[in-house]
Each structure stands twice: as structure tokens, then as C-alpha cells.
């Protein structure tokens, strides 16, 4: 089936520091893979997106790649701020873009000290 | 920018009771709307989807006559947890999905269920 692992948090860095959140998918077909970020007290918004093999989202400063030969979509940021403290789920939609059946991973709580 | 509220955004409630929990879309309106439910430490899980007018569709292993949800209208979309159990407590998310084949999800802020 369809799934999402991403790595359990917290992650605290400091300010300015490479921010890496690993997540890798099993799926059938050909899905699109999304990063949302939920700032505290807000809903999930979506941080960036990638609909097929080699594409890389971008947003922000924080880029993610569709890795097929890995099923994975690594989320990265250069330089991490105290702003970008927040919840990121990696998530997939198995029906090639459509974003009704998003299949999500736990969160990783992103803690940036100053 | 678009913007689903979501009410309460946390609720206390004794066992056996019934609780609403309110999604609102508030500058479009959204034809079809999602519950998500999320356990600690866990994926956020699809519920149920509603499509304003008809009869919402559950899936695999949710009880539709517990957690009943309502589309009565293209910006309101209503969920009640009936006869609550401490194992239904929760965090619960809507999202909603704007009309005329836009393909963008907005998602409440989430609600915050503590059965006692």
C-alpha cells in the first residue's frame, strides 16, 4: 500500500544552522509528494511540492527532490531561522496530483534556538 | 488568502457524551471537505470525505454512526464524535477543497478532543 515514514523529532538546531528531515514513501503508480509546515496555532500550509521523478520543490529557502531510485523527498534548508521552528509532514497523494487523498507521515517537530 | 477556521480548538468532555466540532471555509467556498484524525506520535489519518449536499464517505475501519459529519452547506462542514469514549480523544483536522477545479487543500488549525 501507500505510506509515509518520516524521522521522529524533536529536532532543535541552532539559528543558521543545514536543517536535513528525512522521509522515504512506498507507493504504487507514480505519486506527487508534498512537504506542509504547521506553525503553532495555524493550520497545516503547504511549503512545497513535486509531481514527478527529478523535480525538486522549492519555497522559502527549503527545497525537497523526488528521489524514485530512493522513494524519498528529503526536506532541506540551508540556513534555519528561529521563524521556521515548527510541525513538517511529508506527505503523498497516490492519484498524480490530486490533493484530495493525501496519505500523511507523523510530523517532525523543527525546534530552532536562537 | 483562504482560510478554514476550525471550533473548538479544544474540548474537554465527560464519556458519553456527544461533541461538535465546526470547519468553516471562510472567504470560499469549498465543495468537498476532509477529517483527518491524529493519534500522538502517529500519522494524520483520513476520516471520512464530505461533498456539501450528499451523504460523506468513511473509510476502511471509521465508524459512520460515531462520528457523524455534516456538509449542510459550501462552508460549513460539521463533525460529532457521538457517545465519546477516551480512546476518541484526539487531535482532529478539516481541510477543504476549493470549488471549480481548483486543486488546493486548506486546513484548519485543528481540534484538540480530551474524553474524561
Known amino acids: 500500500g501507500n505510506s509515509v515514514t518520516q524521522m521522529e523529532g524533536p529536532v532543535t538546531l541552532s539559528e543558521e544552522a543545514f536543517l536535513t528531515i528525512n522521509c522515504t514513501y512506498t507507493?504504487?503508480?507514480?505519486?506527487?509528494l508534498f512537504w506542509y509546515v504547521q506553525y503553532p496555532g495555524e493550520g497545516l500550509q503547504l511549503l512545497l511540492k513535486?509531481?514527478?521523478?527529478?523535480d525538486k520543490g522549492s519555497n522559502k529557502g527549503f527545497e525537497a527532490t523526488y528521489r524514485k531510485e530512493t522513494t524519498s523527498f528529503h526536506l532541506e534548508k540551508g540556513s534555519v531561522q528561529v521563524s521556521d521552528s515548527a510541525v513538517y509532514f511529508c506527505?503523498?497523494?497516490?492519484?498524480?496530483?490530486?490533493?484530495?487523498?493525501?496519505?500523511f507521515g507523523t510530523g517532525t517537530l523543527l525546534a530552532v534556538q536562537p | 488568502g483562504a482560510v478554514v477556521s476550525q471550533h473548538p480548538s479544544w474540548v474537554i468532555c465527560k464519556s458519553g457524551t456527544s461533541v461538535k466540532i465546526e470547519c468553516r471555509s471562510l472567504?470560499?467556498?469549498?465543495?468537498?471537505m476532509f477529517w483527518y484524525r491524529q493519534f500522538p506520535k502517529q500519522s494524520l489519518m483520513l476520516m471520512a470525505t464530505?461533498?456539501?449536499?450528499?451523504?460523506?464517505?468513511?473509510e476502511q475501519g471509521v465508524e459512520k454512526d460515531k462520528f457523524l459529519i455534516n456538509h449542510a452547506s459550501l462552508t460549513l462542514s460539521t463533525l460529532t464524535v457521538t457517545s465519546a469514549h477516551p480512546e476518541d480523544s484526539s487531535f482532529y483536522i478539516c481541510?477543504?477543497?476549493?470549488?471549480?477545479?481548483?486543486?488546493?487543500?486548506?486546513f484548519g488549525a485543528g481540534s484538540r478532543l480530551t474524553v474524561l
Open positions: 507507493a504504487t503508480g507514480y505519486p506527487s
Open positions: 481541510s477543504a477543497q476549493q470549488g471549480g477545479g481548483a486543486n488546493v487543500l486548506t
Open positions: 513535486a509531481t514527478k521523478a527529478d
Open positions: 472567504d470560499f467556498q469549498a465543495t468537498t
Open positions: 506527505a503523498l497523494s497516490p492519484y498524480g496530483g490530486a490533493t484530495n487523498k493525501l496519505i
Open positions: 464530505s461533498n456539501e449536499g450528499s451523504k460523506a464517505t468513511y
